[in-house]
């Protein structure tokens, strides 16, 4: 956006220079016992069977991961179950698999052959039911598409699409056959395209024309048509889902019409022989640097932890409607809405589009529509439920539930109790889920028929997760202190590694403790042995769920030309978790005012995406710095959040800047 542009916008509304703290008004120290009811049909009924597997997870994990695994279809048994020489873990060795063959085939002989596999509801309304048949006949026909556009086992598929059915069929095609699928969510811009598509030389784009939020179509293929713009792209086609029918750019001899181009394929296809450490998909996370990392995850593990976890934690029942409400760009969205619930043969719900769309009851609306049993979506969702009003929910009937989920951020045991109360009817276990990216599946968590749940807390270690809460010299820290947290051995979902950065792979998670992997989260053990999760503590933010590095903004700050330096940190925010505060300099001459603010803040958005728009920008005419030229976030974070300066501030070069920083804003 232009400055003149910028300048003509309407004033936006005075926002508090502070945020209110996300922190909960209620401190709740009940201990909730899992329902009865619940615990009569669960698969671990008790704390003494969950401890028994555990024990025997992580003491022999050979035996319980090898016989876990049988559960799962391999075209060719694996011999050793597990080999580790840190940081390089294999799991079943040798052994041949298929995960698209894992999800589909091996229902379609039996009673779920009609069972559906996706539910479908577009954003305007549309409904679509996908049986197991049908699914397994549309991955087939596009896996074919696929190879008939060139793409071949180990080739890199870049796939940006709505939340429809065809966003899981891609994924399953790719597996199918061998490819490496990259999804993006819908939300990155065209440059964060063009950075991944670089970054893994992916050679084909699964888009569409465009997809529905709220109301507004987002235009996708536009996104793509801007990311591969100039020559040097490695990308050769571009195959495009018809989704919005609104007029697009095609380049002929790259773009094709994926509805053409099943004209041309047949339904046969059979699902390739891969072994175990096959690479199953890329996905780019943010970390501490300007740079996203490739995290890739490979085939049995995966998948067999996302079964697992499927079966263990969400106990998911033959009957079961379930519903993750999170987007296929992320990892939830990939474990808990296609791999785990298919390979599981359970019905999973889609939805398209916003929670607010047409009104703020559309999640309850679909739940009470469709009977949905088992809900998994994200503390940031609900504590805008709860801001939205109770009426919302009470006009649905959400008796159908029986097990809740959270996962992303801490639960504020506020929201928490909302959640158990008015969604679950108090009657519904809630399963509070740590894990990230790298680690491809739940990690700590409750298991709904056995572990009694506190509000606020991930509970207990899942099956072979080892966790150390540790000091800096790797000593476990006493109960209730905090410390950083740490995983003492491999496990099956593990990532394998950063796409193309084996250094950058070792030093991130592997260097600050020899042999452990170390998570980024500050956490702390009660008494009782419940981890507490407190947050990142690397300079990693969560925002509304979503893992955004401070370096990948301030990069795309100072690649605007009025922008000197800049500093990111994370302020605390009522719905979001975190929000996100820009302190920048601007070059001489240059007028900082409020039209810059806007243009600065359109200029993240395009150059990383919406997901990234900052909160406030922050004018200053220097930044806090050591002696030793070292940007003191620590001060940053506390002048965001409107706090009293605490620590230490002798070794800060020039004290006045700090004054000047506590009263500038870009907002003002
Ligand atoms: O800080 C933790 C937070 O989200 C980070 C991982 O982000 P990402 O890789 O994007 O994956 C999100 C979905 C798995 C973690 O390092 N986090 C995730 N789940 C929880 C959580 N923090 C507290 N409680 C959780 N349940």
């Given at each position: 956006m232009s400055k003149k542009a910028a300048a003509k916008k309407p004033a936006a509304k005075k926002k508090p220079a502070v945020a209110s703290k996300n922190k909960s008004l209620l401190v709740e120290n009940r201990v909730f016992k899992p329902n009865p009811e619940f615990v009569k049909q669960a698969r671990i009924k008790s704390m003494a069977q969950y401890k028994t597997m555990w024990e025997e997870s992580v003491k022999h994990p050979d035996k319980f991961f090898g016989r876990e695994a049988k559960e799962l279809l391999w075209q060719k048994p694996f011999g050793k179950v597990h080999e580790w020489k840190c940081p390089n873990s294999k799991w079943f060795v040798g052994g041949k698999l298929n995960v698209s063959e894992n999800c589909l085939d091996r229902h379609i002989h039996g009673a779920r052959k009609t069972k559906a596999a996706i539910i479908w509801e577009g954003e305007p309304g549309e409904k679509r039911v996908l049986t197991y048949q049908q699914l397994h006949r549309e991955v087939c026909r596009f896996a074919n598409v696929l190879k008939r556009n060139g793409t071949k086992k180990g080739d890199r598929v870049i796939i940006y699409m709505p939340m429809i059915p065809e966003a899981a069929v891609a994924m399953l095609a790719c597996t199918r056959i061998g490819a490496i699928h990259s999804v993006i969510f819908g939300g990155f811009s065209a440059e964060s395209i063009k950075d991944r598509v670089n970054d893994c030389q992916a050679e084909i784009i699964i888009t569409a024309d465009g997809g529905y939020r709220r109301g507004a179509i987002v235009g996708l293929k536009k996104n793509v048509d801007d990311a591969l713009k100039g020559k040097d792209t490695s990308v050769k086609k571009v195959i495009v889902f018809k989704r919005t029918g609104q007029d697009i750019h095609i380049e002929e001899g790259r773009d094709v019409w994926w509805h053409r181009e099943l004209e041309y394929v047949d339904a046969k296809c059979p699902a390739a022989q891969l072994d175990s450490e096959t690479p199953l998909f890329i996905l780019y996370t943010s970390g501490s640097t300007g740079k996203p990392k490739g995290i890739l995850h490979t085939t049995g593990g995966y998948l067999l932890h996302s079964y697992m976890t499927c079966k263990y934690?969400?106990?998911?029942?033959?009957?079961d409607v379930y519903w993750c409400t999170a987007d296929v760009g992320w990892v939830t969205g990939h474990s808990y809405m296609v791999y785990g619930p298919l390979a599981m043969g359970a019905t999973s719900l889609m939805y398209e589009g916003a929670p607010n769309w047409p009104e703020n009851d559309r999640f309850w609306r679909i739940i009470d529509d469709y009977k949905v049993s088992v809900f998994y979506t994200a503390p940031t969702a609900i504590r805008a439920f709860m801001k939205w009003g109770d009426h919302w929910l009470k006009k649905h009937d959400l008796s159908s539930l029986r097990l809740l989920g959270t996962v992303g951020e801490p639960i504020n045991p506020e929201a928490w109790m909302w959640y158990h109360n008015?969604?679950?009817?108090?009657k519904c276990p809630i399963v509070d889920t740590w894990w990230q990216t790298e680690t491809g599946g739940h990690m700590i968590t409750p298991i709904p028929g056995a572990t009694p749940t506190k509000p606020g807390t991930a509970t207990l270690p899942f099956f072979g997760v080892d966790v150390g809460i540790v000091d800096d010299l790797g000593h476990e820290v006493p109960a209730n202190e905090q410390g950083k947290l740490v995983i003492k051995k491999p496990w099956p979902s593990m990532l394998r590694g950063i796409w193309g950065d084996k250094k950058r792979y070792q030093e991130t998670y592997w260097s600050d403790f020899k042999g452990w992997y170390f998570a980024g989260d500050g956490a702390r053990r009660d008494k009782d042995g419940y981890i507490w999760i407190i947050g990142r503590?690397?300079?990693?933010l969560n925002v509304a769920g979503h893992r955004l590095g401070t370096a990948e903004v301030e990069s795309a700050l100072v690649s605007h030309p009025a922008v000197a330096e800049s500093a990111v940190v994370g302020r605390p925010d009522e719905l979001k978790g975190q929000g996100v505060v820009c302190f920048v300099t601007v070059k001489e001459g240059i007028k900082a005012d409020r039209s810059l603010a806007d243009e600065l803040k359109a200029h993240v958005r395009k150059v990383i995406g919406p997901v990234a728009t900052p909160d406030e920008i922050r004018f200053a005419a220097a930044l806090p710095k050591t002696r030793s030229g070292k940007i003191m976030r620590r001060l940053l974070k506390q002048i965001a959040s409107g706090e009293t300066l605490k620590g230490d501030?002798?070794?800060?070069?020039?004290?006045n800047v700090i004054a000047a920083l506590s009263a500038a804003s870009g907002e003002d």
């Open positions: 934690v969400f106990d998911l029942r033959d009957d008015l969604v679950g009817g108090g503590i690397d300079d990693v501030t002798t070794t800060l070069e020039d004290i």
